[in-house]
């Protein structure tokens, strides 16, 4: 059974950076992906980004797009989200998401069956 746990969330100043950790276990193939997404009160749900398993090929919203940086650790099943340059307007709880043979060239939500609990990520002075 796939889990899906996410960590590192906090309080950060605008223009700080924050790095957010996604521990995922118990695929039974390799190709599937990481996903990351957030919202916001009184927003929908968003994707941030994704990163394959197979080729390490990456998608990035333009909203974050030259800000964030999603990479894997394989040794460690872990995929990160760092978080640079951030703003008020990145505050929001961020999900770790997790499918198989994801093909869409842009994130929609409920292409992914297995999730995070979330982490809250706040940017303010």
């Known amino acids: 059974q796939v889990h899906v746990v996410e960590s590192g969330g906090g309080l950060v100043q605008p223009g700080g950076s924050l790095r957010l950790s996604c521990a995922a276990s118990g695929f039974t193939m390799d190709a599937y992906t990481i996903a990351w997404f957030r919202q916001a009160p009184g927003k929908e749900r968003e994707g941030v980004g994704k990163i394959k398993n197979i080729d390490e090929t990456t998608y990035y919203a333009d909203s974050v797009k030259g800000r964030f940086t999603i990479s894997r650790d394989s040794s460690k099943n872990m995929v990160y989200l760092q978080m640079d340059n951030l703003r008020p307007d990145d505050t929001a709880v961020y999900y770790c998401?997790?499918?198989?043979?994801?093909?869409?060239?842009?994130?929609?939500?409920?292409?992914?069956?297995?999730w995070g609990q979330g982490t809250q990520v706040t940017v303010s002075s």
């Open positions: 998401a997790a499918g198989y043979f994801i093909v869409s060239p842009t994130m929609r939500w409920r292409e992914y069956p297995y």
